[in-house]
Structure formats: C-alpha cells, structure tokens
C-alpha cells in the first residue's frame, strides 16, 4: 500500500509540473496525454458568458483545445499546497494555487485558491491515468473572466 501511495503521489506532483508548463500551447500539449484518459470527464464549476454551467468537456481532445484556445493571451501554474489520496478507491484531492499571467508581460492576473478532485485509473503497465476531473474555485467569475480574453 505504501508503494503505491508513494506512486500516486510521485503522478500528482509531475501532473501539476507539467501542467503549468505544458498544458497551455499546442506544441506542447501532446506531453499530456499521458495523463488524461481519451475519455476523461473534466467539469470546472464557473461559467463563462453565454455558457452552460458547469462547464463540461467529455474527452480529452475537448478538454485539450479547450486549454489551448483558453490560455492564447495567458498562462497559469497550478502548485498543489495540499494532496489527499484514497488508495483504494484511486481517487485524490488537491487545494491548489493558481496564478495566472498575462503571456504579454507576464504580469500576475490573479492568484486563486482552487480544488481538483481527480478519479484515476491504474493502467495495464502500473501507470495512472485521471479518468474525471473536478475543479472548484472560490472566485468563479474572475477565473472565468480570463479566458474570455481573446
């Protein structure tokens, strides 16, 4: 039990590194498929103008040009100042940072506290992947402002 704890934790840690460092550009983006299942559910709890809430992606590729398109004019980092895990259940929990820049002059947007609540699976070869993602933030409308910036 505690070797998989230490693997699960060791695939949060990198899938936040890597997320704010490739998860916004198209070029890039292909590095993170080896995190989200071809048929993740992704539901962030905002809504952006004229749009359904929550807002929901129902495969990766969605949720992919979803990021791309979103993060044109920004970027973000995602730093995880608290995980939880459930062994059993392949579930895990994140309070997360998220800073947001203007890619312009990289001058801070905004600095919210955030939740992920991630259901993963164990793959044929011992790896994770996340199978559904939900992410919470307390100043919904900011958050959402920023990727109607176009």
Same mark, same amino acid.
């Given at each position: 039990?505690? =070797?998989?704890? =230490? =693997?699960? =934790?060791?695939?949060?840690?990198?899938?936040?590194? %890597?997320?704010?460092?490739?998860?916004?550009?198209?070029?890039?983006?292909?590095?993170? %498929?080896?995190?989200?299942?071809?048929?993740?559910?992704?539901?962030?709890? $905002?809504?952006?103008?004229?749009?359904?809430?929550?807002?929901?992606?129902?495969?990766?590729?969605?949720?992919? %040009?979803?990021?791309?398109?979103?993060?044109?004019?920004?970027?973000?980092?995602?730093?995880?100042?608290?995980?939880? $895990?459930?062994? !059993?259940?392949?579930?895990?929990?994140?309070?997360?940072?998220?800073?947001?820049? %203007?890619?312009?002059?990289?001058? !801070?947007?905004?600095?919210?506290?955030?939740?992920?609540?991630?259901?993963?699976?164990?793959?044929?070869?011992? &790896?994770?992947?996340?199978? &559904?993602?939900?992410? $919470?933030?307390?100043?919904?409308? &900011?958050?959402?402002?920023?990727?109607?910036?176009?």
């Amino acid at each position: 039990m505690q =070797k998989k704890y =230490k =693997k699960l =934790k060791a695939f949060m840690e990198e899938y936040f590194k %890597d997320y704010s460092q490739y998860a916004q550009d198209e070029e890039t983006m292909p590095r993170m %498929d080896k995190y989200w299942t071809p048929d993740v559910v992704v539901t962030a709890y $905002f809504q952006l103008k004229g749009g359904e809430y929550p807002l929901r992606f129902l495969n990766r590729r969605d949720w992919q %040009d979803f990021l791309i398109e979103g993060h044109l004019k920004i970027w973000e980092t995602l730093l995880p100042t608290d995980l939880m $895990f459930d062994i !059993e259940q392949l579930k895990s929990a994140s309070m997360l940072k998220v800073k947001k820049f %203007d890619r312009e002059n990289d001058k !801070e947007l905004c600095n919210l506290d955030g939740i992920g609540y991630y259901k993963l699976i164990e793959t044929k070869d011992g &790896s994770f992947q996340i199978k &559904s993602l939900d992410f $919470f933030t307390g100043d919904p409308g &900011s958050f959402a402002k920023l990727y109607e910036l176009k």
